[in-house]
């Protein structure tokens, strides 16, 4: 049930109550040919601090994003309709695909290495509950295209070439 005066707002005495559909939405590559995700972005709607949460919706033969692993954030999905399925690799291993379902719970610990990308394998939106502990300095690795991100500075990096640590140093 949406807030009817007022459906962009959270409610309640604390302000810490909001409907999916009432939380600002945000596009994540929609107008790419492999990916296509949206979200209801629900922890800033209500004030969260530490833990980020979105309502995500996959398009049907879409991928949520690139291949990726965090040094420090921990995330966990926990599959509300539709069906996909979820990569996973760490490096020196196979790699894996897991068929998911409603009511399945997956969950990626900081620092573990194992990256993740989720794949819509059906006709309908794979939606899923997202959560995180939204680390500002964290650092994350795609290892299909041998990057990194530095989230604090948005930097993006090559892994090669690899520098000495004097490299154009004075």
């Keep these: 049930m949406t807030n009817e005066t007022n459906p962009s707002a959270a409610r309640g005495r604390f302000a810490n109550v909001i409907h999916q559909d009432a939380a600002p939405r945000q596009d994540w ?3 790419t040919e492999r990916y296509g995700a949206s979200g209801a972005e629900l922890a800033p709607a209500i004030g969260a ?3 980020g949460y979105a309502v ?3 398009d049907p033969g879409k991928r949520s994003c ?4 965090h040094h ?3 995330e966990m999905f926990f599959v509300l309709s539709g069906r996909g ?3 996973q690799a760490k490096e020196g291993e196979p790699e894996e695909e897991l068929e998911l379902a409603p009511g399945d719970c997956v969950a990626y610990p900081p620092n573990t290495g194992i990256a993740h990308q989720f794949r819509n394998t059906g006709d309908e939106p794979f939606v899923y509950l997202a959560v995180s502990n939204r680390i500002p300095s ?3 690795e795609y290892p299909d295209s041998n990057k990194i991100l530095v989230r604090r500075s948005r930097t993006m990096l090559r892994r090669d070439p690899n520098l000495e640590y004097f490299d154009g140093e004075l």
């Design 66 to 69: 690139p291949l990726h692993f």
């Design 49 to 51: 601090q530490d833990l």
């Design 85 to 87: 399925v979820v990569r």
């Design 72 to 74: 420090s954030e921990e």
């Design 56 to 58: 995500v919706s996959l």
């Design 29 to 31: 590559a929609r107008d």
């Design 138 to 140: 964290d650092v994350c």
